[in-house]
């Protein structure tokens, strides 16, 4: 089964600088894909950005990018600029992309991102 | 196009109490995932359903839950004699069609259950 470590419970970052979340997860497939999602106060979860494993070019969205590392397993997300909207929980989030589960996401604990004024 | 609703957002019940979530898709959106979130914890996933079938219940606990999506009307989750333990908040995401490559899964805005 798949697993998906976040190691950092909370981080903080001060408004206008980076910040980088990571992701590392556990799996016995080459192909699959990997998310961040974003869960505000309101609790509602919106997808943040998307990674294809098969892909070596890493994802970008505007102000949020990710760095894929596909031998560790590792796929970080930065945020630069940081708003204060973008205060929320981030979890990272692991889908199969072949068998009979490829519906499934299976998501870290989730990072607690603090954006200082 | 109105987003995947769900209702009530909280829900109070007692222990013993049954709790029944509503999911009602987004439009066009034949395909219904719910997932469980504990305090603290990564969303979980409880069953997928599509129009009148169960297609993955893996899970869900094997007693008290019960999921269903009709023909007509929203996605139900229900849980029979509530615990403390089933304290939590409740997603339901929704896609159009069988999930490919990085096709999303869109999702509510979430019932909190507390079991008093």
Redesign the interface.
């Known amino acids: 089964a798949q697993t998906v470590t976040q190691s950092q419970p909370e981080m903080s970052v001060q408004e206008a600088e980076t910040v980088t979340l990571s992701c590392t997860y556990d799996t016995s497939e080459s192909d699959y894909y990997l998310f961040w999602y974003k869960q505000p106060p309101s609790r509602q979860m919106i997808l943040v950005i998307r990674q294809e494993a098969y892909k070596q070019q890493n994802a970008t969205e505007n102000r949020f990018s990710v760095n894929f590392q596909k031998a560790a397993k590792s796929f970080s997300l930065k945020i630069s600029d940081s708003q204060l909207g973008d205060a929320a929980m981030y979890f990272c989030a692991y889908r199969s992309a072949s068998g009979g589960s490829n519906y499934k996401l299976t998501f870290g604990k989730g990072t607690l991102l603090t954006v200082n004024p | 196009n109105a987003g995947v609703m769900q209702n009530p957002r909280h829900l109070v019940r007692r222990r013993g109490q049954e709790a029944r979530l509503r999911c009602s898709p987004m439009k066009g959106h034949s395909?219904v995932?719910w997932?469980r979130q504990l305090p603290?914890?990564?969303?979980?996933?409880m069953v997928?359903l599509q129009k009148e079938n169960i297609i993955?219940e893996s899970?869900m606990p094997k007693e008290r839950f019960s999921a269903e999506f009709p023909k007509e009307g929203p996605s139900i989750l229900r849980i029979q004699q509530v615990v403390r333990g089933d304290s939590a908040?409740y997603?339901c995401?929704s896609?159009p069609n069988?999930?490919?490559?990085?096709n999303?899964?869109f999702?509510?805005?979430?019932t909190?259950l507390t079991v008093l």
């Open positions: 395909h995932y997932y603290e914890e990564g969303l979980k996933f997928y993955d899970g908040a997603f995401a896609s069988e999930l490919a490559g990085l999303e899964q999702f509510g805005p979430g909190r």
